[in-house]
């Protein structure tokens, strides 16, 4: 089972950035896809980003022109930079990884947006 470990979140200005680190412990190009998804207090949670394995992005309507989610192979590391954060974007990161047969999720991330 792929350990999944996130970093980077924590608490930011409206207009300010913030980049979200996802660790793998395997090799990412194992998995189909990889990507965020986020929870907001009370709401379900909601995909932000995903990566595919031969590198195509798709984003989330609320955060596409402001979120950029890349990835390093040689790390096994899947970031997610998010500028012009605005208190919306409140909520925990997830991380996760799509493999043929199964779904891994990071523990998450909590990401405040507040003056």
């Known amino acids: 089972q792929v350990q999944l470990v996130e970093s980077g979140g924590g608490l930011v200005q409206p207009g300010g950035s913030l980049r979200l680190s996802c660790a793998a412990s395997e090799s990412i190009f194992s998995f189909r896809a990889m990507g965020w998804y986020r929870q907001a207090p009370g709401k379900e949670r909601e995909l932000v980003a995903v990566?595919?394995?031969?590198?195509?992005?798709t984003y989330a309507s609320a955060v596409k022109g402001r979120f950029t989610i890349t990835r390093d192979s040689a790390k096994n590391t899947v970031y997610l930079q998010m500028n012009s954060l605005n208190p919306q974007d409140t909520a925990v990161y997830y991380c996760?990884?799509?493999?043929?047969?199964?779904?891994?999720w990071g523990q998450g991330t909590q990401v405040t947006v507040s003056s």
């Open positions: 996760y990884a799509q493999s043929v047969t199964a779904r891994a």
């Open positions: 990566i595919t394995s031969l590198g195509r992005t």
